[in-house]
């Protein structure tokens, strides 16, 4: 059996080092001493290896088989381990273990095999009590059938069951009057047997209780029926609630007319608190006790199953996700994160209505489900309300945190769709609200979708495409305006796509920056641009140019970057002061230290920095004199009123000579970005822009095509009348 268990990579086949043996060590040290076994600790260990073998064959299996899950538990109370502690950690140490030691992937036929498991653990353990109840009401009715000289022995036999018994046992006249108790039943109502004497069966009644109930007891009081089995609330002497599996039989005389009743109560309210506990894991999220996905697809489904075919029935959901929550996350650590999902998951809670489930659907992402929604309006003030409740600012760790949140709302006919395809909808419009400014909601439009889902697709094929090495780079040179020759080039990524072909960064450095998916193609265009950069520098030595590196904000909040660069520049022997990094004003302006530090490691180093589309951000310039900067990258959007000469616009002149004046105050280089025409190159020159970048000298060029252009040396784009 052990051979089917494939052993752990590298761990070759000594016994200690299989991992079913890693797995039966620690199930043994969890429950040790959680049930009375009657067993010596080897035997308890082969015992439970077994089962390890059981279980791990279970989940390994294709398809996994939950009935040998079930199995186990039936094993487990076979073999004395019927301590609720026993159950409960039994199944966090499988549900932790296994995937540590086979693989995450095997997560969710662990969850399956162990729910089986605490199923038939439940069930064998019921079958269990019920068994020894009639063994009980057997030794009564032997009692009474046997003679005389018999009835002695009996009833000696009788009393020793009745004491020693671990489940309580009470007998009553037919007029209700309890008559007898065992010290069990003592135990678990916690009143004495005098105290017991003066109570009445209807005493025992519970507010909970169902009608039926004592209709069954009336019954079976006036003879018509000789047992029942029910499981029902009773209220301790204390007023504390407690969960009594219980089975009535009638006791007849001679003449077979009831003479009493017998009762048999199992204490069940630990395994019920399991089994609560275990329903309400199962479909609650632990951090913000909202319902969790599990819970919210069950209704959804409910939703479209309970829907025939002809039904009116609309459906709605808002899909909502925290804008920025991961910023705030990685900067304010995951304890102040963690408080935010509960502020947050308290505010959608309070602003719902009857009808309306909130359910945490994972990370910082929340669902609305609204079952019967007659129409979008009522989606849409939803989604209103919701927005309106993160509006103001959360009062966490001592601190005023903002956070917002996009909205993706789906209102539908019931039959016109299903649950996949409805949240799938609401998937993509969330991702139209982010996109269209985040902070806001957008309703389901099937039309639009379909760009939406292209943009998806995209997005969703990026990781695979940066791990096959899909993306390009192509430089475009940066001239000095006062000669026009080739100072430096900006490496421009592009995407090889097997079926789009070439596509531009602007349809996919978006996506690739929310899905955090930017650090690794970051990475991979420093090291294609440093290595293009060496083989410049190896051929044309200090005439070779600098390559200009585009650095995304997430990158920078990577604690290796700076790490990371000094080993890339070692390891292609570019040095330092040919690299330069452009970064926009976004990134350099946020409030937190871990960028400002990476910006200094990368000085220190003599990488220079550049600001990218300077103009275009920040209104607060003051930040320029703090931050290592080298050179600001004036928006292209500043030389469109300088295109013509004649028309020359004078606001944009003077926006430009002042922006020039600044840099150059602050002793920084100056380039200038999108110059397409002749007469824009001469104003920025005259206005005093240093370098300048565009159409106008180049357009963006593989690498060879640099080292060509290199090695003519002629000057970009020399007008003639200059
Ligand atoms: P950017 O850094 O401002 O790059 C300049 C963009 O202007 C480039 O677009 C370039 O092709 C375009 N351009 C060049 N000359 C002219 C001109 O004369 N007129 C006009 N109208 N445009 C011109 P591209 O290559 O599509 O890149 C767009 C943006 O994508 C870049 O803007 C940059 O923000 C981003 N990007 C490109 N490569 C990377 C990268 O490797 N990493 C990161 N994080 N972002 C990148
Ligand atoms: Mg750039
Ligand atoms: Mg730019």
Sequence with gaps: MTERVPAAPGSGRRPGADPVDTLAAAWADEVEGTSYVPM???????????????????????????????????????????GTATVERTLVMLTEQIPALYGPGTGPAVHAVTAALAAGYAATLRDRTLDEQEAIRRAVLVARHHTE??????????????????????????????????????????????????LRVSDLAHRDDARSVWELYERLVRGEID???????????????????????LVRDEEGRPAYQLAMLEDVTDRHRLQEHLAYQAYHDPLTTLANRARFTERLERVFA????????????????????????????????????????????????EGELVARSGGDEFVVLVEDSHGVDRLVTL????????????????????VGASIGVVEQAVRETNAVDLMRAADITLYTAKAEGRGRWAVHDPGRDEAETA????????????????????????????????????ALVRWQHPRLGVLSPSLFIGPAEETGVIVALGRAVLEMACRDARDWYAEFGDGAPFVSVNVAPRQLHEPGLVAEVAALLDRTGLPSHRLQV??????????????????????????????????????????????????????????????????????????????????HALDLTVTAEGVETAAQATRLRALGCDEGQGWLFAPALPAADVADLLRRGAPLAVTTGR
């Design 227 to 249: 047992n029942f089995r029910l499981e029902k609330r009773f209220y301790r002497r204390t007023g504390e609630e407690i969960v009594g599996h219980l089975t009535l039989s």
């Design 383 to 402: 989604a209103d309300r919701l927005l309106a409740a993160l509006s103001p600012p959360l009062p966490l760790a001592g601190q005023e945190l903002s």
């Design 582 to 663: 452009e970064l926009t004003e976004r990134a350099l302006t946020t409030d937190e230290g871990a960028p400002l530090k990476a910006l200094d490691g990368l000085r220190a180093m003599g990488v220079r920095i550049a600001v990218d589309d300077f103009g275009t951000g920040y209104s607060n310039l003051s930040y320029l004199r703090k931050l290592p900067v080298d050179v600001i990258k004036l928006d292209g959007s500043f030389g469109e009123g300088l295109r013509e000469e004649e028309l020359s616009d004078e606001v944009d002149e003077r926006i430009v000579g002042t922006l020039v004046s600044l840099g």
């Design 455 to 490: 943009r998806f697709t995209l997005s969703a094929a990026l990781p695979s495409a940066v791990a096959h090495g899909e993306f390009f780079v192509l430089y475009q040179p940066l001239v000095s305006l006062a000669d026009h020759r080739v100072r430096g080039v900006e």
């Design 149 to 198: 000289q018999a009835l002695h022995a009996s009833e000696a036999r009788f009393r020793a069951i009745f004491h020693e018994a671990a489940i309580g046992i009470g007998l009553g006249d037919m007029e209700g009057r309890i008559l007898e108790v065992n010290p069990s039943m003592m135990r678990i109502f916690g009143h004495t047997a005098d105290e017991f004497r003066r």
């Design 306 to 353: 309970e829907a025939g075919p002809d039904s009116t029935r609309r459906v709605g959901v808002c899909f909502l996700d925290l804008d920025g929550f991961k910023t705030i996350n990685d900067s304010l650590g995951h304890g102040v994160g963690d408080l935010m999902l509960q502020e947050v998951a308290r505010r959608l809670e309070n602003c719902t209505r």
């Design 40 to 82: 010596a600790s080897d035997e308890l260990q082969a015992h439970l290896r077994e089962l390890a073998v059981m279980v791990v064959d279970a989940v390994l299996a294709d398809p996994p088989r939950p009935e040998d899950g079930a199995e186990v538990g039936r094993r487990l109370v076979a073999a004395h381990f019927t």
